[in-house]
């Protein structure tokens, strides 16, 4: 296969810019190869940029990329959304286990320190209440709203993500895992490499496997992902997409630092690939943490990033309202994989959307969230290490609803976490992190989705039961 790569490599030139190749059946009888391999070799060729595949259509040489382009050109977009980066049929696997592992109620007696969101007490029930109420009284509320979303809920999107980002460039979609999906079914195809942190969130990774993709780890340091592996990973497999979440990861509470978030975007550039930007728990930050850094969408003018914003952290699981917004013709492939998928948000809630957020009630309830969690976080670590000092705590994170806890070397995660539910806990193991296999065992410990920090202490009085029966 790389022979025949390496051949049509050499000929490239024999076709104009923009021409188009012979069929896949005339190059299986001119170079006496199988169709596989034709495949194969066109789609590494596509991987490299050299070549343009349009289904239906054939493959054609691509037009070369100027290399001085000038910033704002998206037309490598064109490239990278016809490209198929499919070397492999890969089994779809459906395992919800990454998602409902964060969902599902913990048996009666057991502290939840697996939960996914913030504690009811900690949710604005009464705005949400209230922003409900008002938005089924208003105009129209229960009519069919525009497909891409309330045009004033797409402007106050494109505002909190900043930058250039325009209204016209936002959907509404509903919650953050359907946005991922959304995303992922846009910009790769079955069996495409997608590139992941490493360790990432099981939800993701459960997304990717259900569509057929093959994740591929790239690790995640305290300042976030690692350039040099980022670019590595591109070379190695071609990957058209990189899944990212710059801003208090899930699980490691990481930030992408400020001198690696042009590089990240410059690497995925020159890769010809996108960004998927998670901005899941931008809400969530604790009230000790600096000044944020915006969203790399804000700083993106060649349309690299697929942007992902959600509400539901910082409001309720069930209030299932999120963005994506993208620059360029992706917006397009989004925009239709969403109708095609789901028609539109219910207009109630998107209209409850607009109510909530444009209420007073809204700031005040981040305000009142940033020092609960600020508390609960300290709380949490401060027990961590006064009870239970052989667990390491590689990073205190300024912003989330948990901590990512290493065990001493050779324990069983999933072990220890069975014998945390024996006593009364419940948490996640860190094995469904990892796409590949953990360079240490882990837990994730959420403090936010427990009642308060009398639970968070007697929660971590158990654990100690649990690590003298398991460590
Ligand atoms: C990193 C990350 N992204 C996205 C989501 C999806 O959240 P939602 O669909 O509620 O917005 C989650 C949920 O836990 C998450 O941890």
């Known amino acids: 296969m790389g022979d025949l790569a390496d051949r049509l490599r050499g000929e490239l030139d024999r076709y104009s810019p923009g021409g188009k190749l012979p069929s896949s059946r005339a190059l299986v009888e001119r170079y006496r190869v199988s169709p596989v391999t034709v495949s194969r070799a066109l789609a590494r060729l596509a991987a490299e940029g050299l070549v343009v595949t349009r289904p239906g259509a054939g493959a054609f040489r691509a037009r070369p990329r100027t290399p001085e382009a000038p910033a704002g050109d998206t037309s490598w977009q064109e490239v990278a959304l016809s490209a198929d980066g499919a070397a492999d049929l890969v089994p779809r696997t459906v395992d919800a286990t990454g998602v409902t592992v964060s969902l599902a109620a913990p048996p009666p007696g057991v502290l939840e320190f697996n939960g996914g969101y913030p504690h009811p007490s900690l949710q604005p029930e009464r705005a949400l209440a209230a922003a409900l109420a008002r938005a089924g009284r208003r105009p129209g509320a229960w009519g069919r709203p525009p497909l891409e979303g309330l045009p004033e809920l797409r402007e106050w999107f494109a505002r909190e993500i900043g930058g250039a980002v325009t209204a016209a460039e936002v959907l509404i979609a509903a919650g953050g895992q359907s946005a991922l999906a959304t995303a992922l079914r846009a910009l790769a195809p079955p069996g495409a490499p997608v590139l992941v942190e490493s360790p990432t969130y099981p939800g993701m990774l459960a997304l990717a496997r259900a569509g057929g993709l093959r994740p591929v780890p790239v690790p995640v340091d305290p300042d976030g992902v690692r350039p040099d592996l980022l670019a590595d990973a591109f070379r190695a497999t071609g990957a058209r997409v990189f899944v990212c979440q710059p801003l208090f990861q899930n699980p490691t509470g990481a930030v992408l630092a400020a001198d690696r978030r042009a590089e990240v975007l410059r690497i995925a550039r020159a890769a010809g690939a996108f960004v998927v930007e998670d901005d899941f728990v931008r809400h969530l930050v604790h ?113 989330g609803y948990h901590l990512w806890v290493r065990l001493p070397d050779g324990t069983d995660d999933v072990a220890f976490s069975a014998a945390a539910l024996r006593a009364g806990v419940a948490l996640t193991p860190g094995r469904p992190y990892f796409s590949a296999e953990p360079p240490s065992p882990y837990v994730r410990l959420s403090f936010a989705a427990v009642a308060g920090p009398g639970e968070i202490a007697e929660g971590v009085r158990r654990l100690r039961a649990a690590c003298d029966e398991a460590l």
Do not use: N, Y
Not at 299 to 314: E, Q, Y
């Open 287 to 399: 009230a000790d943490a600096g000044p944020l850094p915006r969203p790399l969408a804000a700083d993106d003018p060649d349309g690299v990033v697929v942007h992902v914003g959600s509400l539901t952290k910082a409001t309720s699981p069930s209030f299932r309202v999120s963005a994506l917004a993208a620059h360029g013709p992706v917006l397009e492939r989004l925009r239709a994989i969403q109708v095609v998928d789901s028609f539109f948000v219910p207009r109630p809630l998107q209209e409850a959307a607009l109510e909530l957020v444009g209420s007073p009630a809204w700031p005040r309830h981040l305000r009142c969230l940033s020092g609960e969690l600020k508390e609960r976080r300290d709380a949490m670590t401060s027990a961590l290490a006064l009870r239970l000092p052989e667990l390491a705590l590689p990073h205190v994170p300024s912003g």
